[in-house]
């Protein structure tokens, strides 16, 4: 049995992900004029369901990293300035179930030692 707990931390990172969810954005000044196509969020918290995944720290930097291009196309271009964390995630998944033949590439060529990176 491992050493650490593979669990640890999982409730604080819950916990910040509805925080992030939930609090309006601090940053934001009311002052200002209102001139986006906000609606809010496609769908609420409540209907969502916390499902941990387990992914290597440079594959969760990759997702950070997409996550944070995602948001500046939606802000540069859809005047969206409020996404949230839950409808980045539900879409990413949407997208993925889309494409199971490259799931399925991307999981045989790691188990064969093949550097994904080197194909960029």
Do not use: C, W
């Not at 964390?85 to 790691?110: K, N, P, Q, Y």
């Amino acid at each position: 049995m491992p050493d650490e707990n593979r669990f640890a931390g999982l409730s604080e990172a819950e916990k910040e992900e509805e925080r992030t969810d939930a609090e309006p954005d601090a940053a934001a000044d009311p002052a200002e004029p209102d001139d986006s196509e906000e609606t809010g969020p496609a769908f609420e918290f409540d209907q969502t369901t916390a499902k941990s995944i387990y992914v290597r720290e440079e594959t969760l930097e990759l997702l950070e990293d997409t996550e944070f291009e995602v948001e500046m196309v939606l802000r540069r271009n859809h005047s969206i300035r409020d996404p949230t964390g839950r409808e980045f995630h539900d879409a990413a998944v949407r997208v993925l179930a889309e494409h199971t033949d490259e799931v399925v590439d991307s999981i045989l060529a790691a188990r064969a030692g093949e550097d994904e990176d080197a194909e960029d």
